[in-house]
């Protein structure tokens, strides 16, 4: 017989025509299989048979259905695993690798509990695991009882995806050792661990390179006991791997929402922590675009990066404080690293803003701190307040273009400098300009930009090289004096915080009066503050009632009487307003007003508008989103456009008109009608003419609206029935 040789044998392969492969094989898993076969014509009945039959390059699809595992599996490289979705392939443990109660909280690690398993192996390709679910429950008593659900070490190229991962007691997935991968569009619920001594993440991470995290959702804590952290680092065998290091990752789009009561020692109410990458030395790490609901940490308390390659950029997340119990703390950012940019983020909440603790006495340098929103900055009375707190030496931070807006009755330092333990701190070449400092509580005590600590012991803060110019002060007072302006800086103060609320208004005296620092603007400088203006505040404003007890009460209509062309928006829900002809702004009835004395090129409501009558002489009633375009003056025309949702449709509808023309309402259309609105008292809608004579309008509709009851048919305008009640055209 001939023999074919390596060279022959590569010659007919790259002979094969065009578009023919080699193709990789289905192995299926259904419930109603049986394990018998290689599982691709009729389907197994286990996964682990069908892994068992299949080689790399094969994967192996299980159909819905609620599988439990007889023991781990073991996943060889090459080989994927597919499921039909994650709310209908479901993967549950066996009794036996339930976690172990006598191991915790002394020695909490099992790996092999672990349900799926990934270990050594190189990937030719991608290797993806997707569309399955990890549940951990156990059925009888609905406690969290799975020890682990996927493991991966040592293996490149894995792609894992949309999975649903909860109920696990120690941690819902463990990366270690692994580069070019991905974790993403996926959800971990009730996934960790914790003891007054040691935590654990849903996501546990290790000594990863070129590795993404995107489009998570981790719910941790919320209803299940015992709960840990959402994501952290941490070394599962340190004789191997003794130093983690995570480079080239990143941290985007996802939100993590972790229960607030930490369970750590820390001598107080501890906070919980989203994200802790701590013990860890980050080289090139990208984290963005993601909601926190607690701390995260980034504290790197073994061997700061001293290279001149950024740690980390941190950039456009939300840190939201959750809601705390009495006495508990809460800040938004603990970091312990060099070289780190933060910027264009919205820091909502908070003891501290950024925490630079004292780690070990590592000293931290080459920070860039910009263009990020501090808002309303908090902690309890007599209890300390910092927009940036550091606590050990500090070098070389530009602190340029932010806003910090707080209301706070109580002491609130802005950069405070403090040494907690016998050793003198340095802080030195520190650099901040162009912000916006501003407390809104006037009666409250007056904050410092700068204060510097001196503990019971003496030990002092040794400030070298700090340059605070050009800085918008208001309620701030400087400690030394460096020459900054006070004043108001006149933001918008209207609708969502941050955006477009801290905007500047079109006056403002922090418009192009900053120095410039290297940052894009648009003016012949840049301006002072997080935001550039752009232009935007002279077209839109947003009218805010959350400040409003129900509601309701005065409001202060002189904010919002420069809208000559503004399309004005109204974002929160109103339950009774009157817009136009009276000022009720005293508040002496219960309503509010909206008084331009110029022309808004629009009015918008963005929210319900609920009350049993509404009386606008430019009408509205609707319970979701009525919008009011036009203006309001002499013959111009107001149409009124009102959405009804029949669902929520109240009583119903007044509409109040003035004797002068500017009041007129022109054309009220409702739309969202249909003939089962007869059902919800439309024969109700009442016209009333407060100044005589004819309504001078019309009502059209939009819509296949049919009849409404006691209104008649096939008039083209309105005329003044004895009871009030009009005509309408279809």
């Known amino acids: 017989m ?27 898993v259904a419930m ?39 023991s781990q599996l073991n996943l060889l490289a090459g ?44 990937n030719a390709t991608t290797q993806v695991l997707k569309n399955f679910q990890i549940d951990g429950v156990r059925q009888t008593d609905g406690t969290k009882q799975g020890w682990g659900g996927i493991y991966v070490n040592n293996r490149s190229k894995v792609d894992i995806h949309h999975l649903k991962i909860r109920n696990t007691y120690f941690m819902g997935i463990w990366l270690w050792r692994i580069n070019n991968s991905s974790l993403h569009d996926s959800k971990f619920e009730n996934c960790a661990w914790a003891s007054p001594g040691f ?30 952290y959402g994501m952290k680092a941490a070394i599962p065998h340190p004789s191997i791997t003794p130093q983690n290091e995570l480079t080239n990752v990143k941290l985007y789009n996802s939100k993590f929402t972790c229960n607030p009561q930490g369970v750590y020692n820390d001598g107080a109410v501890p906070p919980n922590i989203a994200v802790e990458w701590q013990l860890a030395i980050l080289s090139n790490c990208e984290i963005y675009g993601n909601t926190f609901n607690n701390n995260v940490s980034l504290v790197n308390n073994v061997s700061p990066n001293e290279g001149s390659i ?38 909502n909440g908070g003891q501290y803003g950024i925490y630079f603790s004292n780690k070990d006495g590592i000293p931290a340098k080459g920070w860039k701190i910009h263009h990020n929103i501090f808002y309303h900055l908090d902690a309890p009375v007599d209890v300390e307040c910092h927009l940036l707190r550091a606590e050990f030496s500090l070098d070389s931070v530009d602190f340029y273009n932010n806003t910090s807006s707080v209301a706070r009755n109580s002491d609130f330092h802005c950069f405070y400098f403090y040494s907690k ?35 019971q012991e003496g030990n002092r803060v040794i400030l070298e090289s700090i340059e605070a110019m050009n800085n918008m002060l208001y309620n701030v007072t400087e400690q030394p004096t460096y020459g900054n302006v006070t004043g108001d800086p006149k933001f918008i103060a209207m609708g969502e915080v941050p955006d477009p609320y801290l905007r500047l208004q ?17 003016g012949s400088a840049p301006d002072i503050g997080a935001y550039e203006w752009n232009g935007a505040a002279a ?45 009720h702004s005293s508040g002496s009835d219960n309503r509010m007003g909206f008084f331009p004395t110029v022309n808004p090129a629009s009015v918008t409501f963005s929210g319900p508008v609920q009350v049993p009558s509404l009386w606008i002489n430019t009408l509205t009633y609707g319970s979701c989103c009525p919008t009011i375009t036009g203006k309001r003056n002499g013959s111009q025309v107001w149409s009124i456009d009102i959405p009804i949702d029949i669902n929520n449709f109240g009583q119903w509808i007044q509409v109040v008109k003035g004797a002068g023309i500017e009041n007129q309402i022109d054309q009220i259309i409702f739309t969202g009608l249909d003939v089962g609105m007869m059902n919800y008292g439309l024969d109700d809608i009442t016209i009333v003419n407060t100044a005589g004579g004819s309504p001078g309008g019309r009502i059209a509709t939009s819509g296949p609206v049919a009849k409404m009851a006691e209104m008649r048919e096939g008039n083209e305008s309105l005329s003044q029935p004895s009871e009030g009640r009009g005509a309408y055209s279809t």
């Open 421 to 455: 333990d016998s050793r003198s701190i340095v802080i030195s070449n520190i650099k901040i300009k162009n912000n916006i400092f501003f407390d809104s509580d006037a009666t409250g005590p007056s904050h410092l930009l700068l204060k510097w600590g001196v503990d």
């Open 32 to 70: 109603g299989g049986s394990d018998s076969g290689d599982c691709t014509t009729s389907a197994c009945r286990t996964v682990h048979y069908a892994v068992s039959k299949a080689v790399p390059g094969d994967t192996v699809r299980v159909a819905a259905g609620t599988y439990t595992f007889g």
């Open 539 to 583: 077209t839109t404003q947003v009218i805010d009632f959350s400040t409003q007890a129900s509601g309701q009460g005065p409001m202060n209509n002189s904010l919002y009487t420069d809208v000559a062309g503004v399309a004005v928006t109204f974002s929160q829900q109103i339950e009774h307003t009157d817009m136009g002809g009276q000022d």
């Open 79 to 122: 080989i994927h695993l597919v499921g039909a979705d994650s709310a209908q392939t479901i993967f549950k443990f066996p009794d036996s690798m339930y976690y172990d109660p006598a191991n915790y909280p002394d020695s909490p690690y099992e790996f092999g509990k672990t349900l799926i398993w990934l270990e050594d192996g190189a």
């Open 199 to 228: 935590q654990s993440g849903a996501i546990q991470v290790s000594n990863l390179t070129n590795t993404d995290f995107y489009n998570l959702t981790i719910l941790e804590g919320m209803n299940k006991n015992p709960y840990g």
């Open 2 to 28: 001939k023999k074919i040789t390596l060279k022959g044998f590569l010659l007919v392969i790259a002979l094969l025509p065009m578009g023919l492969t080699l193709t990789a094989t289905d192995r299926k």
């Open 506 to 522: 079109d006056g403002s005296p922090c418009r192009d009066t900053g120095v410039d620092e290297g940052f894009p603007y648009t």
């Open 310 to 347: 950024i740690s980390v950029w941190i950039h456009d997340n939300d840190f939201i404080q959750p809601p705390l119990t009495a006495g508990q703390s809460y800040y938004a950012l603990e970091l312990v690293q060099n070289h780190v940019e933060i910027d264009h983020n919205y820091f």
